[in-house]
């Protein structure tokens, strides 16, 4: 299908009734970890609802909530040096920010499990983010085809750039 790149987008995927209902969300929602959470708890989730957040098609952000659960990934943890939504996510994991030898070494930190009652198993998520020639925006379509709502992501995407 191919759809022209947003550099920065926030959507939220969840089912509902057995169908994926995939929308963009706020712009403000890409640097504050806790209001994104917020509006993620509150859609009607048959599964939860995930938030998927790409930050200047450098690295990506996924949150997943249900039945009071939280799981995150950041698809770079070096990101969390530059960026207050990776930070937010780093300090959230309670991992150590990476300091400047570590920059050289780009590597996911959180649940690689994350999707895992959707049928997205680690080691498959782990093999989508150790693909170092593909972009966030690329990752991201890879997670919501196999998580069976890519047509519906590139549909709201498409919708954001024509907006």
């Known amino acids: 299908m191919g759809v022209?790149?947003?550099?920065?987008?926030a959507l939220v995927a969840y089912r509902e009734?057995?169908?994926?209902?995939?929308?963009?969300?706020p712009e403000r929602l890409m640097d504050d970890l806790d209001a994104l959470i917020a509006v993620l708890r509150q859609q009607p989730a048959d599964s939860g609802a995930i938030g998927l957040v790409n930050v200047a098609d450098e690295f990506f952000v996924a949150v997943?909530?249900?039945?009071?659960?939280?799981r995150l990934l950041v698809s770079d943890v070096?990101?969390?040096?530059?960026?207050?939504?990776?930070?937010?996510?780093?300090?959230r994991l309670g991992l150590p920010?990476?300091?400047?030898?570590?920059?050289?070494?780009?590597?996911?930190?959180?649940?690689l499990s994350i999707f895992s009652e959707l049928g997205l198993?680690?080691?498959?998520?782990?093999?989508?983010?150790?693909?170092?020639d593909a972009y966030p925006d690329e990752m991201l379509l890879a997670?919501?085809?196999?998580?069976?709502?890519?047509?519906?992501?590139?549909?709201?995407?498409?919708g954001a750039i024509l907006s």
């Open 4 to 9: 022209e790149t947003i550099e920065d987008f």
């Open 17 to 25: 009734e057995g169908r994926w209902q995939v929308g963009m969300l």
């Open 64 to 70: 997943r909530v249900f039945a009071g659960d939280l």
């Open 78 to 91: 070096t990101a969390a040096v530059a960026d207050d939504l990776a930070r937010q996510v780093v300090e």
């Open 97 to 111: 920010i990476p300091d400047e030898d570590d920059m050289d070494d780009v590597w996911p930190a959180g649940d």
């Open 121 to 132: 198993e680690e080691m498959e998520l782990g093999a989508i983010l150790a693909d170092i």
């Open 143 to 158: 997670i919501a085809d196999r998580l069976g709502f890519g047509e519906p992501y590139e549909r709201a995407l498409e």
